[in-house]
């Protein structure tokens, strides 16, 4: 004997139109049939997945900066070396008009790279912190939650960026006693803070990179070492690009830390800047780099 019972049409799919299915809880949205419309609760799940992962990532970085409790004389001691560049450096030249930079003065033209130069000396060493998670367990214990490798690291990494701003605003202080003319515009300073804080992602995300590869704290702090004096100096941030030879130059367009000097100092002196350039270099680079480190975080762990 023929059953009664109307047919279902295929899982996922809804009925067709004129049409309930015995299934339906009355909502009048769904997906069409046989396609159209997406189906509000897979709207639904993309949004929770996309919050989730957004409360994880802010639980990543304030895990990290709670550390900053435990140890608030690291960021007094980081910022004795900037200040010293302002105090010392920046000072002298100013003086002795050295550097040609135009109707800027030297001091006001050094700060915004003194600004980039911290953000680069608290960051390029963050893979030491993830080699000693790892001696800890505490990696391999990460590893195992459903949280994925890119939110680990983009957690460590924009930690490693508050932290680099944390550490700018006291230079910051600093240049305006010495009467380094910065700007008071507000969505200027909150540009200038977005900046650093890529940049510092950037540079804690590549030493993410070389502790992935090097897996030892003692290369990573030799090859940190060697790559962070030539990075600060191949920049626009002590003299201008057009006073260096040819080769230098063309290594300080390569060089992500040209860029986020000149993003500070065209938001927070006023000087000519391509802003949209260096953003995108700044956001590219840190994009890939956060790649490159959550590909490396599983042969970290082991």
Known sequence: MASST?????????????ERDSRSTGSAAGRAWPGGLIDDDFDASRLGAARLLLRRLATLSLVELQKLRHDRVELYTRAVQPA?????????????????TGSVPYLDYLAPGILAQS????????????????????LAKLMVTPTPRTA??????????????????????????????LTANPLKLLGAAVAVVIGAAFF??????????????????????AIMMPMFF???ALY????????????????????????????????????PLDFAVLIGSAGVTILAASALLGRLAR
Not at 119 to 138: E, P, T
Request: aromatic letters at 8%; proline letters at 6%; hydrophobic letters at 60%.
């Open 240 to 275: 201008p690009v057009d006073i260096m030879p040819s080769w230098v130059r063309v290594v300080s367009y390569l060089n992500p830390l040209s860029y986020l000097v000149d993003a500070l100092r065209g938001l927070l002196i006023g000087a000519h800047a391509h802003l």
């Open 204 to 225: 804690a995300c590549l030493s993410i990179v070389i502790a992935g590869l090097v897996l030892s704290r003692d290369r990573l702090m030799g090859i940190g070492q």
């Open 152 to 181: 680990l690291v983009t957690g460590k990494a924009f930690a490693a960026g508050v932290r680099a701003l944390i550490q700018v605003f006291v230079v910051v202080l600093l240049a305006a006693v010495l009467g380094v003319g």
């Open 119 to 138: 953000a680069l000396f608290i960051s390029i060493f963050y893979g030491i912190q993830i080699i000693w998670d790892r001696d800890a367990g505490v």
């Open 6 to 18: 109307p047919a279902v049409p295929p899982a996922g799919l809804a009925s067709p139109p004129g």
């Open 84 to 100: 010293l560049w302002l105090l010392v450096f920046g000072v002298t030249f100013n003086r002795i008009h050295a550097i040609p």
């Open 234 to 236: 191949a920049s626009n």
